[in-house]
């Protein structure tokens, strides 16, 4: 009889994920996106929209070109 497999979840820990954005890029993204406009918010940090990521499964590294950062719903957006 085959083996049933399941999705893993958060606390399994078998995928460690490497930032590939500064902490200090985020306090100044958490920091500016309220008193930016949308618009002006995306000029500023659309370098930032894909970079590549760096993740290790089980022990192995492995590297992603593109991966897009969560977007946020600002709060001048209706």
């Known amino acids: 009889m085959s083996k049933l ?14 930032s590939p954005i500064t902490s200090t890029v ?3 993204r958490e920091k500016d996106y309220p008193l930016l406009f949308p618009s002006d918010f995306a000029k500023k ?4 929209l894909f970079q590549p990521v760096k993740f290790h499964f089980k022990g192995q590294p492995f590297h992603h070109g593109a991966v897009a950062v969560r977007a946020m719903k600002h709060p001048l957006q209706s």
């Open 45 to 48: 940090y659309r370098d930032l």
């Open 26 to 28: 985020l306090s100044e």
């Open 5 to 18: 497999k399941r999705l893993a979840t958060k606390e399994d820990n078998i995928v460690v994920i490497e």
